[in-house]
C-alpha cells in the first residue's frame, strides 16, 4: 500500500472509531479496477445525483475492519458488476458477520464468481448469503450467461422506479425496441427465504431476475444484471431505480432529494419543426393546451425548410413564422430542435456526412435566430428524429454554451450526466431522457400503433401521479401538429397537470429550470451523523441551498419532524437561500 493509501485507511480508522455515519460503501477488486474503473465512475455519478454519501475500498482494505465496526459508518456496501467479479473466499465470511450485525449488502450480477487469480469458482460467495446461485456453470462461461429478459414482480412495483409505459406485461421495455434483452445470469434459487423482485426469462429458461433476503435488522440484495456496465452504455434507469429501492425503500438511508421542494418535477417538450406548427400555436393557445400557469420547453427549428434547401417547409422562426414565434415565447422556454432545418439536419448527421464542424454551425445558426427573438441565451436542445451522436453532439452543445437536451437514450430515467461507451460525456450538460409509451414516445407515434384516447390519457395523467409520488423527474414529448390525435386525452392532462400543480405537489417547468437545480444540487457537500443522542445533518453550497430537501429516516428521530412524509422519510426544506445549514433531532 503507498503512503497516500495508508493516510486514507488511517483516516477512515479513527472515522469509524469515533463516529456513527450514513454513507454507502463501494468494494471493488485490486485486480479489476483498472479495466474496469468505468464501473465504479457510473455507480458513483448516480449516487452522487441521488444524494447519497459514499466512499469506494478494495476488498482486500475491507477485511482489515470488523464488521460490525465498519457498519457504523457504512450501513450499506455494495458490490458493481464487472470490478468485484475476483474476491477471496474471506469476503464470503466477512460479508455474512456484517449483514448479521445489521448491515445491508448489494451484490450486483457477477460479483464474487471468480477467486483473485480470475478463475470462476465452483460457486460464487455469495450464492448463500443472498438464497440464489448465479453461475450455475463455472466451467462453461457461454452456458452460465445468456440474454434474457426483466420482468417486475407487480407487487413490488410501487417501491421500484420504473415509469408508467417503461413495461410491457412488467417486463422492461424500451422506445422504439419494445421489451428489452439484456445479459443475465442463469439462476437456481437455493433459499426459500428470499423475496422475489423480479424475474429473468426467454424461451429456453426463468431465473431469479432480483431477489432480497433479510437477516433481522440486516438484509442482502441481489440485482441479476450488469446495472453498472449499462449505466455506462446510455441505460441509466434500472441501477438509478434499484439503488433508490433499496437504499431508500429497504434500508432507509438518509440522502438529500434531487427535487426541488420535494415535489414532483414534470417537463412538457414540445418539439415545433415545420410550416404546420403555423396553425398549431394558434390553436394551442385558443383552446388551452398553452396556458402561464404551466412552463414548457418548447424546441423551435428555425430554418425555412424541412427536407431540402428550399421546399418552403420549415417553421421559418425568423421569417414567415416569426409572429407564431413570438407567441410560444410567453408559455416557456425556448430551445433548439436541431440545426435549421429537421429532416435535412437529422439525414446529414445520421449518414456522417456533417461532422463536430457542421454540427456547430447549423444548431449556431438556429440558436442565433432564436436568440433574436427571445433575447436570452439559448440552453436547451433536442435532436431532429432523435438523432443525437454520442459524444460528438454533446461536446458540440457544450462549446456553444448549452446545459441540457432531450435525449432517447436512458429512456424513461430522471435527468442524469450520461454515459456512452464507457465515460461520462459530459458533466456540463445534463441529458434529459424522454419517457416512452411501451415502444412509443410522441402522440403520433402513438396513434399509428392505434392507442386508444383513453389508454393515452390514462398514461399521461399516471406520469403526473408518478413523478409526484416518488419525487423524481421526467420528460415527456410530442410536436403540436400532433395535438388532434387525441385533443381530449392531451387537454384532460393538462388539467390534471395544472390541478396537481396549483395543490403545490407538482412542478412543471422546462429543463433548464430543473438542470440548475441539479447542477447546483451536485456540487452540495454534506453529512449526516450521530453524536450523543443527537442525529445531526450539516449541509453547505456556495452558490446557496433553497429548495434542497434533507430525507431523515422516521425511525431515527422521535417526534414528527414535518408535515413534508412518506413511508419512509421526513422532508426537512431549506427554504432560503443561505450558503450553510445545521439541522439536529433527537434519536428515538
Same mark, same amino acid.
Given at each position: 500500500?503507498?503512503?497516500?493509501?495508508?493516510?486514507?485507511?488511517?483516516?477512515?480508522?479513527?472515522?469509524?472509531?469515533?463516529?456513527?455515519?450514513?454513507?454507502?460503501?463501494?468494494?471493488?477488486?485490486?485486480?479489476?479496477?483498472?479495466?474496469?474503473?468505468?464501473?465504479?465512475?457510473?455507480?458513483?455519478?448516480?449516487?452522487?445525483?441521488?444524494?447519497v454519501l459514499f466512499s469506494k475500498m478494495s476488498a482486500a482494505s475491507l477485511l482489515t475492519y470488523y464488521p460490525e465496526k465498519i457498519k457504523k459508518v457504512f450501513p450499506v456496501i455494495i458490490f458493481p458488476d464487472g470490478v468485484a467479479q475476483q474476491l477471496s473466499a474471506d469476503v464470503k465470511y466477512w460479508s455474512e458477520e456484517y449483514v448479521?450485525?445489521?448491515?445491508?449488502?448489494?451484490?450486483?450480477?457477477?460479483?464474487?464468481?471468480?477467486?483473485?487469480?480470475?478463475?470462476?469458482?465452483?460457486?460464487?460467495?455469495?450464492?448463500?448469503?443472498?438464497?440464489?446461485?448465479?453461475?450455475?456453470?463455472?466451467?462453461?462461461?457461454?452456458?452460465?450467461?445468456?440474454?434474457?429478459?426483466?420482468?417486475?414482480?407487480?407487487?413490488?412495483?410501487?417501491?421500484?422506479?420504473?415509469?408508467?409505459?417503461?413495461?410491457?406485461?412488467?417486463?422492461?421495455?424500451?422506445?422504439?425496441?419494445?421489451?428489452?434483452?439484456?445479459?443475465?445470469?442463469?439462476?437456481?434459487?437455493?433459499?426459500?427465504?428470499?423475496?422475489?423482485?423480479?424475474?429473468?426469462?426467454?424461451?429456453?429458461?426463468?431465473?431469479?431476475?432480483?431477489?432480497?433476503?433479510?437477516?433481522?435488522?440486516?438484509?442482502?440484495?441481489?440485482?441479476?444484471?450488469?446495472?453498472?456496465?449499462?449505466?455506462?452504455?446510455?441505460?441509466?434507469?434500472?441501477?438509478?431505480?434499484?439503488?433508490?429501492?433499496?437504499?431508500?425503500?429497504?434500508?432507509?438511508?438518509?440522502?438529500?432529494?434531487?427535487?426541488?421542494?420535494?415535489? +414532483? =418535477?414534470?417537463?412538457? /417538450? &414540445?418539439?415545433?419543426?415545420?410550416? !404546420?406548427?403555423?396553425?398549431?400555436?394558434?390553436?394551442? %393557445? @385558443? #383552446?388551452?393546451?398553452?396556458?402561464?400557469?404551466?412552463?414548457?420547453?418548447?424546441?423551435?427549428?428555425?430554418?425555412?425548410?424541412?427536407?431540402?434547401?428550399?421546399?418552403?417547409?420549415?417553421?421559418?422562426?425568423?421569417?414567415?413564422?416569426?409572429?407564431?414565434?413570438?407567441?410560444?415565447?410567453?408559455?416557456?422556454?425556448?430551445?433548439?430542435? +436541431? =440545426?435549421?432545418?429537421? /429532416? &435535412?439536419?437529422?439525414?446529414?448527421? !445520421?449518414?456522417?456526412?456533417?461532422?463536430?464542424?457542421? %454540427? @456547430? #454551425?447549423?444548431?449556431?445558426?438556429?440558436?442565433?435566430?432564436?436568440?433574436?427573438?427571445?433575447?436570452?441565451?439559448?440552453?436547451?436542445?433536442?435532436?431532429?428524429?432523435?438523432?443525437?451522436?454520442?459524444?460528438?453532439?454533446?461536446?458540440?452543445?457544450?462549446?456553444?454554451?448549452?446545459?441540457?437536451?432531450?435525449?432517447?437514450?436512458?429512456? +424513461?430515467?430522471?435527468?442524469?450526466?450520461?454515459?456512452?461507451?464507457?465515460?461520462?460525456?459530459?458533466?456540463?450538460?445534463?441529458?434529459?431522457?424522454?419517457?416512452?409509451?411501451?415502444?412509443?414516445?410522441?402522440?403520433?407515434?402513438?396513434?399509428?400503433?392505434?392507442?386508444?384516447?383513453?389508454?393515452?390519457?390514462?398514461?399521461?395523467?399516471?406520469?403526473?401521479?408518478f413523478v409526484i409520488e416518488r419525487k423524481t423527474i421526467r420528460l415527456i414529448y410530442s410536436h403540436p401538429y400532433d395535438i388532434p390525435r387525441y385533443p381530449k386525452a392531451i387537454l384532460r392532462f393538462i388539467d390534471y397537470a395544472e390541478k396537481k400543480y396549483k395543490q403545490g405537489k407538482l412542478i412543471v417547468k422546462p429543463m433548464i429550470y430543473f438542470e440548475n437545480y441539479l447542477e447546483r444540487f451536485v456540487k452540495t457537500e454534506f453529512s449526516f451523523e450521530i453524536k450523543g443522542r443527537k442525529f445531526v445533518v450539516d449541509v453547505s453550497n456556495p452558490e446557496g441551498l433553497r429548495g434542497i430537501p434533507i430525507a431523515i429516516p422516521k425511525k431515527i428521530c422521535s417526534g414528527k419532524?414535518?408535515?413534508?412524509?412518506?413511508?419512509?422519510?421526513?422532508?426537512?426544506?431549506?427554504?432560503?437561500?443561505?450558503?450553510?445549514?445545521?439541522?439536529?433531532?433527537?434519536?428515538?
Open positions: 500500500m503507498n503512503k497516500l493509501g495508508a493516510l486514507l485507511s488511517i483516516l477512515l480508522f479513527f472515522s469509524i472509531a469515533l463516529a456513527q455515519e450514513f454513507k454507502v460503501l463501494i468494494v471493488y477488486s485490486s485486480q479489476q479496477i483498472d479495466q474496469k474503473k468505468y464501473a465504479i465512475n457510473a455507480l458513483e455519478s448516480v449516487l452522487q445525483e441521488e444524494g448479521k450485525s445489521g448491515g445491508h449488502i448489494f451484490v450486483i450480477y457477477d460479483a464474487g464468481v471468480k477467486d483473485t487469480y480470475g478463475h470462476y469458482r465452483n460457486r460464487p460467495i455469495f450464492d448463500s448469503l443472498i438464497g440464489v446461485d448465479y453461475c450455475l456453470y463455472p466451467e462453461e462461461e457461454d452456458k452460465a450467461y445468456t440474454l434474457g429478459y426483466f420482468k417486475l414482480n407487480e407487487f413490488y412495483l410501487r417501491d421500484i422506479d420504473i415509469p408508467p409505459g417503461k413495461t410491457i406485461d412488467n417486463t422492461v421495455s424500451g422506445y422504439k425496441y419494445g421489451k428489452l434483452k439484456y445479459p443475465v445470469a442463469l439462476t437456481m434459487q437455493i433459499d426459500d427465504n428470499i423475496e422475489k423482485i423480479a424475474y429473468v426469462y426467454n424461451s429456453q429458461f426463468q431465473g431469479i431476475g432480483a431477489s432480497l433476503k433479510r437477516y433481522g435488522e440486516g438484509s442482502a440484495f441481489f440485482v441479476n444484471l450488469p446495472l453498472c456496465y449499462l449505466k455506462a452504455e446510455s441505460d441509466d434507469l434500472l441501477l438509478r431505480a434499484f439503488i433508490r429501492f433499496y437504499l431508500f425503500r429497504v434500508v432507509n438511508i438518509p440522502h438529500l432529494l434531487n427535487v426541488p421542494y420535494a415535489k +414532483g =418535477g414534470l417537463v412538457i /417538450n &414540445w418539439h415545433i419543426d415545420s410550416s !404546420l406548427d403555423w396553425k398549431s400555436v394558434p390553436m394551442m %393557445i @385558443k #383552446k388551452g393546451y398553452l396556458r402561464k400557469t404551466i412552463t414548457y420547453s418548447n424546441h423551435i427549428t428555425a430554418g425555412p425548410f424541412l427536407q431540402k434547401p428550399g421546399d418552403g417547409k420549415g417553421f421559418d422562426a425568423c421569417g414567415k413564422g416569426k409572429r407564431f414565434a413570438l407567441m410560444l415565447i410567453k408559455y416557456g422556454i425556448t430551445g433548439s430542435h +436541431g =440545426g435549421w432545418a429537421h /429532416n &435535412w439536419f437529422a439525414r446529414k448527421v !445520421l449518414t456522417g456526412e456533417f461532422g463536430y464542424k457542421e %454540427i @456547430k #454551425k447549423y444548431i449556431e445558426m438556429n440558436n442565433e435566430c432564436l436568440e433574436k427573438l427571445t433575447h436570452q441565451k439559448v440552453k436547451e436542445y433536442s435532436a431532429p428524429n432523435g438523432v443525437h451522436p454520442q459524444p460528438i453532439m454533446t461536446k458540440v452543445l457544450e462549446e456553444l454554451g448549452m446545459k441540457c437536451y432531450y435525449y432517447t437514450g436512458d429512456s +424513461g430515467s430522471a435527468p442524469n450526466r450520461t454515459f456512452y461507451n464507457k465515460e461520462m460525456v459530459s458533466d456540463k450538460v445534463w441529458a434529459f431522457p424522454v419517457t416512452p409509451l411501451e415502444d412509443v414516445a410522441s402522440f403520433y407515434e402513438m396513434s399509428v400503433k392505434g392507442y386508444s384516447s383513453k389508454k393515452v390519457e390514462k398514461w399521461l395523467k399516471a406520469m403526473v401521479d419532524l414535518s408535515d413534508i412524509q412518506d413511508r419512509h422519510f421526513y422532508y426537512i426544506i431549506i427554504t432560503k437561500n443561505t450558503k450553510n445549514f445545521h439541522y439536529e433531532c433527537r434519536l428515538r
